[in-house]
């Protein structure tokens, strides 16, 4: 089993930046992907970003493509989402996920099944 634990949200004006962070923990060996997703109230849950175990293939939604950056240490068995530009839109309950199995096209880790979920950390953006 692996146990994801997200930090660094909070609130923050528009324009502005924080950086959320995953800690993994537990069966390590079977993180692979690992994702960061988003929820807004009255919204379906969104994939934002992923990253590949090596961190050769990522994955951004158009809606924070060139804003927001994924990144992983494995050493650390983390994973870090920069979000910079921030906009109101951006505020939402976001999570963190990872794969369980080896995936190597960008359609997998946009699509495919993220195994392990962690309990979210909530970012606000004020106008």
């Known amino acids: 089993q692996v146990q994801l634990v997200e930090s660094g949200g909070g609130l923050v004006q528009a324009g502005g930046s924080l950086t959320l962070s995953c800690a993994a923990s537990g069966r390590t060996s079977t993180v692979y992907a690992m994702g960061w997703f988003r929820q807004a109230p009255g919204k379906e849950r969104e994939i934002v970003a992923s990253?590949?175990?090596?961190?050769?293939?990522?994955y951004y939604s158009d809606a924070v493509k060139d804003r927001f950056t994924i990144s992983r240490d494995n050493v650390k068995n983390r994973a870090y989402l920069q979000m910079n530009s921030l906009k109101p839109e951006d505020t939402a309950l976001y999570y963190c996920?990872?794969?369980?199995?080896?995936?190597?096209?960008?359609?997998?880790?946009?699509?495919?099944?993220?195994?392990?979920w962690g309990q979210g950390t909530q970012v606000t953006v004020s106008s």
């Open positions: 990253i590949s175990r090596t961190g050769t293939i990522t």
């Open positions: 996920a990872s794969q369980k199995t080896l995936q190597l096209t960008v359609g997998s880790l946009r699509f495919g099944l993220y195994d392990y």
